[in-house]
């Protein structure tokens, strides 16, 4: 059964610093790796999809790294600002031919100016 | 539609009543998924369609809860003799087929009183 950790589980950081979310899973055999973000209340919005023949995306700032044989992603987020405090979940889909998202719990993360 | 809509965004019912959630997807996705959201956790899978048939119903929890997609778009989740433990926010994505990019509406929050 695939099982998805994120660590750390809250991270409060000063405005302008670079930061890292982690992410793992315990089975290989994805599809993709999808990194969403929440706000407080509401859907999940879509930041980046690394496919498994994929070792990075870049959108903006962000920029998701996948390292499939060991079950690790990161996620990267330069010169943070207030505006991205939300909950980072990471998702993998595909495990043993399985269409369906697994998620982990998430890192609520906060912005401080 | 230019998302995932679901609706109501809110739904407050009494124990042991029914209720009925809907989710319109992205226009041509032929992927579409329900998922539960608890408090502090990540979504949990609950259904999977592919055009009009359910291709993975593994995550329902019991015989209470039953999702249709009768003509391959709009999906309802229906859930009988409602229970305190069903309330979450539950969330409805689609894709344009399995294992691609996944989009989430804005969920729906069940509350059972």
């Known amino acids: 059964k695939q099982e998805v950790t994120q660590i750390p589980a809250a991270l409060s950081v000063p405005e302008g610093e670079n930061l890292v979310l982690n992410c793992s899973f315990t089975?290989?055999?994805?599809?993709?790796l999808q990194w969403f973000r929440q706000d407080p209340g509401k859907g999940l919005t879509s930041l980046l999809l690394?496919?498994?023949?994929?070792r990075e995306q870049t959108s903006g700032r962000l920029n998701a790294s996948l390292d499939k044989s060991s079950g690790r992603s990161t996620l990267y987020i330069a010169a943070s600002q207030p505006g991205d405090s939300a909950t980072y979940l990471c998702?993998?889909?595909?495990?043993?031919?399985?269409?369906?998202?697994?998620f982990g719990q998430g890192t609520r993360l906060t912005i401080n100016p | 539609g230019a998302g995932v809509s679901q609706t109501p965004s809110n739904k407050v019912t009494e124990k042991g009543k029914y209720v009925e959630l809907r989710c319109d997807p992205i226009?041509?996705?032929?992927?579409l998924y329900w998922y539960r959201q608890s408090l502090g956790q990540g979504p949990e899978f609950l259904i999977y369609?592919?055009?009009?048939?359910?291709?993975?119903d593994s995550g329902l929890p019991n015989d209470r809860f039953f999702a249709v997609r009768p003509e391959g778009s709009v999906s309802t989740l229906k859930i009988q003799r409602t229970e305190r433990g069903d309330s979450a926010v539950y969330l409805c994505?689609?894709?344009?087929?399995?294992?691609?990019?996944?989009?989430f509406g804005q969920g729906t929050r069940l509350t059972v009183v």
């Open positions: 998702a993998v889909d595909g495990a043993s031919g399985a269409q369906k998202l697994v």
């Open positions: 690394i496919q498994s023949s994929q």
């Open positions: 994505a689609s894709s344009f087929t399995g294992n691609t990019e996944a989009f």
């Open positions: 369609f592919q055009g009009t048939g359910a291709a993975d």
């Open positions: 226009s041509g996705h032929t992927a």
């Open positions: 089975d290989s055999a994805i599809y993709n």
